[in-house]
């Protein structure tokens, strides 16, 4: 079935290190590929987004992701966490010639001082 | 900044009434959709527009209904609330990418609660 999955739905980490964020999608075409981020209480914010071309993109906080297309991913990372990255991350695609953008279950950060 | 805007933030409403969940964006974006997101955080789509007179259901049914008479609005409407319908409701914009794909902004989002 055509899915976005965000394998683990709650990760914790420790102020400082680095963090990884799995997204993968089951679709026949590689999509558009998107990371929002949503605080407690808020809407959801871009963090980064891949088109084409650079399968290394970086966005806004520190974030990066990389686009494997053998593996159908778009992992997000960011080499050292901060408190305030504590929040819900979501991976969402597009489908090409559509314009619905559909989202991954979500992965909740929590991160200790 | 993302001009996007929902009213009320906050809503608990007894069952059986009719709500209107408002949405407004400053943008000028011919597309809007708005999204139910369960307790567990999944969002699912369950209603978007290409542009004024444009509605379409999303992925998820829902018994909610919803208008688009102007670009900048796009009220959803529950004819009679129901303790199944409590959950947080986000609208978004996204101008017209050609099916290129855009960035889409998010309103704040409204959490609905019916007792």
């Known amino acids: 079935a055509q899915s976005v999955t965000q394998p683990d739905i709650h990760i914790t980490v420790s102020e400082g290190a680095s963090l990884e964020l799995r997204c993968n999608y089951s679709y026949g075409a590689t999509p558009y590929l998107f990371w929002y981020v949503q605080s407690p209480g808020q809407g959801l914010q871009l963090l980064l987004k891949y088109f084409s071309g650079d399968t290394l993109v970086q966005g806004i906080k520190g974030f990066e992701a990389e686009f494997k297309r053998s593996q159908s991913s778009f992992n997000l990372r960011k080499p050292s966490v901060h408190w305030s990255d504590a929040a819900e991350y979501f991976c969402?695609?597009?489908?090409?010639?559509?314009?619905?953008?559909?989202f991954g279950t979500g992965t909740r950060l929590q991160v200790f001082p | 900044e993302a001009d996007i805007y929902q009213t009320p933030r906050y809503l608990v409403i007894g069952t059986g009434k009719k709500i209107t969940l408002e949405c407004s964006q400053t943008?000028?974006?011919?597309?809007m959709y708005w999204y139910q997101q369960d307790p567990g955080m999944e969002l699912h789509l369950i209603h978007y527009?290409?542009?004024?007179?444009?509605?379409e259901k999303g992925d998820l049914s829902s018994e909610s209904t919803v208008s688009r008479i102007r670009t900048e609005h796009f009220p959803l409407t529950l004819e009679s609330a129901r303790p199944s319908h409590t959950s947080q409701y986000l609208c978004a914009s996204t101008p017209w990418s050609g099916g290129k794909g855009a960035e889409a902004f998010f309103g704040q989002g409204t959490r609905l609660t019916v007792v």
């Open positions: 527009s290409y542009g004024v007179n444009s509605t």
């Open positions: 969402a695609v597009v489908l090409k010639g559509t314009d619905k953008l559909i």
């Open positions: 943008m000028g974006h011919d597309k």
